[in-house]
């Protein structure tokens, strides 16, 4: 009887989120000129960063352990993966700050659904389209325009899907913790301009990491952002362990999101809301 009970609310669970999931997808899905200006803009900046690459290259052969058709392919993963994974932000995380702000969550925390769970949900339904949507056709331009290192094993490929999801979570896990932290600051631009800087360096989008030397490159490798673009990256090129990405990934996914209950937990005693 209470297995069945059990059952029977763990679908429900599954039906709930399976639905706001879809419905942050169709979300995203409605602003098609957004998403056609993204598509430019991604492969635009690919096409510059390829060339500065491909000229640090030439000074520099196998820097980081890579050659150049590597580089290329790092780039346009990179491009593909940029609003996927909400790398400067851009995701959820700006509308849970401002309804933190405005004392809207109150609204959030009544609802049959767990809070971090909610939002979890519906971000993976944002990435999955930004994936699909922004993401594929710059990079299906970049492989066929320059010479890339593309595997041809599917396992290989099936692996790199993988950690795409992982990096889904881990990226959402990070913001998370960042958009709770208007439940203290009440303003989250500070805190959004530190995503966006952090981001931007740790995730390798500037540079791959392992061109980094020294303690600081060791170091940068095994923060969360690592998790984002460098291991899916070294997992498509056969430059890594599968099984050794998985492991750092599901080990930042589980800690962040943890830290993210911890916290929500905190706020939610707390529930200090500009204005009163």
């Known amino acids: 009887m209470g297995g069945g009970s059990a059952r029977s609310s763990a679908r429900s669970s599954v039906r709930l989120y399976g639905a706001v999931a879809v419905g942050g997808f169709r979300r995203y899905a409605t602003y098609r000129a957004a ?4 598509v430019f803009t991604n492969t635009v900046f690919g096409l510059i960063l390829v060339y500065t690459y491909l000229a640090l290259w030439n000074e520099r052969p196998d820097l980081g352990g890579y050659g150049q058709a590597q ?4 780039v346009w993963l990179g491009q593909a993966l940029y609003a996927t994974l909400a790398i400067q932000g ?5 509308e849970l700050m401002e309804r933190i702000r405005t004392g809207a969550v109150a609204i959030d925390l009544y609802r049959p659904a767990d809070l971090q769970g909610w939002w979890l949900a519906q971000d993976l339904g944002r990435s999955v389209f930004q994936l699909l949507g922004r993401g594929v056709i710059p990079f299906l331009f970049g492989v066929t325009v320059f010479p890339v290192a593309l595997p041809d094993d599917p396992l290989t490929w099936a692996a790199f899907l993988t950690t795409v999801l992982l990096a889904m979570v881990v990226s959402y896990a990070i913001r998370y913790l ?15 301009q530190m995503l966006m800087i952090v981001g931007m360096l740790c995730s390798g989008m500037v540079l791959p990491l392992n061109v980094f030397p020294g303690a600081f490159g060791e170091v940068v490798r095994m ?11 070294d997992v498509l090129m056969g430059e890594t362990s599968a099984l050794r990405v998985f492991a750092l990934q599901g080990a930042w996914a589980v800690t962040l999101l943890v830290a993210g209950r911890l916290l929500q937990s905190a706020a939610t005693r707390r529930v200090v809301v500009q204005g009163g």
């Open 90 to 94: 851009g995701g959820f995380e700006i």
């Open 35 to 38: 998403t056609a200006a993204g």
């Open 71 to 74: 580089a290329v392919t790092y």
């Open 223 to 233: 923060l969360p952002w690592a998790a984002l673009l460098q291991g899916p990256a």
């Open 178 to 192: 960042v958009a709770l932290s208007a439940f203290w600051l009440m303003d989250g631009t500070g805190a959004m």
